[in-house]
């Protein structure tokens, strides 16, 4: 069998698995509804770990929580229940992705985007998403200063910060405002760089979303990217500024706070842990 020019049998399993979907669904239906169901699958799959560790409390892994859990435990009667979370994460999501995934398909045939074999290589689908956060990481970092004003945080921060001990789940408990305008900047990095494949759209949408959910997670795992990348915020960078209602206001990598001053508490606190240690 050959399908637009390629062979079958010289196909790998992601290509066989995307070239069903396409021939199953054609391109529309793929990039809406089949694109919808699948970043919620994302989300749910993806948080789900963490929800089993929050509830059964395994002590291989509860050792890396990063907020004393006495403390924790007292705070989630000022948090918001879980279902005052989930009822939140519903809003948002269905308010703002249902009319952005009906926009995909046009959007994509308007750059030109494919949506067949072959996919676009490797090397050129994470040079994309590199670039990608690069933006994203950029325009949140300012938006998200912007709601630490005293009018953002006041008017609509503050939902966000009700987790002063964050959880997974909680990456997108937000004001449906906040939602919207930092949620933004996931859709620029392909608007300015430019997306040539639906697949190079769906792998930004899982690394996206596992990068949030990581920086949220209050585990500071030794497996964690920040161990090994020292410009990632990773969840020990973004817990502080849960901890402390300020600093740290970047999404995924730490170069502009670092530029803007903007984790010198965050930096100071990290010695002082360190010297504890050591002691």
């Known amino acids: 069998m050959n399908v637009t020019g390629i062979e079958v049998n010289d196909l790998g399993v992601v290509e066989c698995l995307w070239q069903h979907l396409l021939t199953t669904f054609g391109p529309q239906k793929l990039s809406t509804i089949v694109t919808l169901i699948y970043l919620f699958v994302v989300y749910i799959g993806t948080s789900l770990p963490y929800a089993l560790i929050y509830k ?26 879980d279902w005052k979370c989930i009822k939140q994460l519903l809003i948002n999501h269905f308010v703002v ?78 004001h449906l405002a906040e939602f919207i305008v930092l949620g933004t900047g996931f859709a620029l990095g392909p608007a300015i760089i430019g997306i040539n494949h639906l697949f190079t759209l769906w792998v930004w949408i899982f690394v996206r979303q596992v990068e949030a959910l990581d920086c949220h997670c209050g585990f500071d795992f030794p497996w964690h990217l920040s161990k090994f990348l020292p410009f990632y915020c990773g969840p020990h960078h973004h817990d502080h500024h849960h901890k402390t209602y300020g600093g740290n206001f970047a999404s995924t990598f730490t170069w502009w706070d670092w530029m803007m001053g903007t984790d010198k508490k965050y930096r100071e606190d990290c010695q002082k842990e360190a010297k504890k240690k050591v002691n």
Request: hydrophobic letters at 40%; charged letters at 15%.
């Open 97 to 174: 992705l249902i009319p952005s995934a009906i926009g995909i398909y046009p959007a994509l045939r308007y750059v030109n985007a494919d949506f067949g074999l072959p996919l676009p290589s490797w090397t050129d689908t994470i040079v994309r998403i590199f670039l990608y956060f690069v933006i994203e990481d950029t325009f949140f970092y300012w938006g998200h200063r912007f709601f630490h004003t005293k009018w953002g945080y006041n008017n609509v921060h503050y939902l966000h910060h009700q987790y002063q001990a964050p959880i997974a789940m909680a990456s997108s408990y937000a």
């Open 56 to 81: 059964y409390k395994p002590a291989f892994l509860y050792k890396y929580k990063i907020q004393d859990e006495a403390k924790t435990e007292k705070l989630k009667k000022i948090q918001p229940t």
